[in-house]
């Protein structure tokens, strides 16, 4: 086996230098315990980012992906297979949604949401209606189009002509009906803004938000791309909502590790695709599509249920070790953030953290955590361990 330093030495040679990586490089592991090249053990606070819903190598979902494997890898979206259609309908029946499309990733997911909202549109009224509101410090992906619909400033740069008809709004009522015009097709919003921050939209502006789309005939939009598939409690997030969204996307967690993304729809968007409107060549992947049912098995109601227990139990606890570092700690279920206090870099307390052998996350200007969600409780009394010893040793805010 190469060592890191190999490793390291033919990444640079060979691969784009598009990432930040952190000095690890990691070989097997099991559940939310994951070894580097070298051995080292590390507790799994990151799931990759947000999609190693079921952990690494979990039995059922090993076996599933194994026998698909052996049975159809791929098959056109010509003919039929037995997989997606499994899929389709365990998330529909249980979101309460009509239909569903897939595709392979975030992305592929949301560039769905927008043209299922502009061909809604342009059906019922025509030209000149395609303009989506999205929210400040939102992120809906990285390709041209979903990037001009990320509310964040710094990802608008470089890569112009980006795509027109998105228009910007806080996230409040006012800022929303400010944005309105007779141009506007939809909203679409993160209920819990993921790499933003980890911030929950608040919930009266949800439902009014709701009420709003409703009364202009507008789509509501919801990326769940980083909550949906079990993350904040509930299958998808907006089920927490009080909300019935028209489209829902979703991705990271779904296939448990193997690529895989798309888009539900409710029943008045049922048949706004026709044959030859939208497609996607690897969409539907029967490998992806069987991993995506092992780990909605395994996702039964009762372990989603225990993720939001498992959510106050690590916020708890990390508040309860009084870090001068950190600050206070927000989120829904296994989605959490942690503010950083005044004088330390989110980024330098993470490289600690993952160099300390807890593999964590940043998200805007505070720390993130996406554990698996089959996480035990023995895995996050490790990583907390980790975390009170890493990061007491680090140089906090020392004012007051
Ligand atoms: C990660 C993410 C995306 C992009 O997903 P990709 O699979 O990387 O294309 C889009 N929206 C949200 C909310 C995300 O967290």
Not at 16 to 21: I, K, L, N, T
Not at 138 to 149: V, Y
Not at 200 to 213: H, I, M, N, S, T
Request: negative net charge; aromatic residues 8%.
């Amino acid at each position: 086996m190469m060592t890191f330093e190999e490793l390291r030495e033919l990444d640079s040679r060979y691969v784009v230098q598009s990432y930040g990586r952190n000095p690890i490089a990691i070989d097997h592991g099991h559940g939310s315990t994951l070894y580097g090249v070298d051995g080292r053990e590390y507790i799994d606070f990151a799931s990759g980012i947000g999609v190693l819903s079921v952990g690494t190598a979990h039995p059922k979902w090993a076996a599933a992906v194994a026998e698909q494997a052996d049975r159809l890898g791929h098959v056109s979206n010509l003919y039929y297979s037995q997989p997606y259609i499994r899929l389709a309908e365990s998330l529909c029946t249980r979101s309460g949604m009509a239909a569903a499309f897939f595709g392979n990733s975030g992305a592929e997911g949301n560039e769905g949401l927008i043209k299922l909202a502009r061909k809604y549109s342009w059906e019922k009224y025509g030209e000149g209606r395609g303009t989506v509101i999205t929210l400040d410090r939102s992120f809906h992906g990285r390709t041209i189009t979903t990037l001009a619909a990320t509310g964040q400033d710094v990802f608008h740069k470089y890569f112009f002509p980006f795509t027109e008809g998105f228009r910007r709004a806080a996230p409040d009522l006012d800022s929303i009906r400010q944005a309105a015009g007779h141009d506007v097709c939809a909203v679409l919003v993160e209920l819990v803004q993921g790499e933003g921050g980890v911030l929950p939209l608040e919930r009266g502006f949800v439902q009014d938000l709701a009420k709003l789309c409703s009364d202009r005939d507008w789509l509501l939009l919801v990326d769940e791309v980083q909550t949906g598939i079990g993350r904040t409690g509930s299958l998808f997030c907006f089920q927490q909502y009080g909300i019935q969204p028209d489209a829902v996307s979703f991705a990271k967690g779904v296939a448990g590790g193997l690529p895989m993304g798309g888009l539900l729809v409710n029943e008045r968007c049922r048949k706004v695709f026709g044959p030859g409107d939208h497609a996607s060549t690897f969409g539907g992947n029967p490998v992806s599509a069987a991993a995506a049912c092992a780990v909605l098995d395994i996702l039964d109601d009762e372990t989603i249920g225990k993720v939001e227990e498992k959510g106050r139990y690590l916020r708890g606890a990390i508040e309860a070790m009084d870090l001068p570092c950190l600050g206070k700690t927000r989120g829904m279920g296994l989605m959490i953030g942690v503010e950083v206090a005044e004088g330390s870099s989110n980024k330098e307390l993470c490289a600690a953290l993952n160099q300390g052998g807890l593999l964590s996350l940043t998200a805007g200007p505070g720390l993130r955590f996406l554990p698996p969600l089959t996480i035990t409780k023995e895995e996050m009394d490790k990583g907390l361990a980790i975390m009170e010893t890493v990061l007491s040793r680090s140089k906090g805010a020392h004012h007051g």
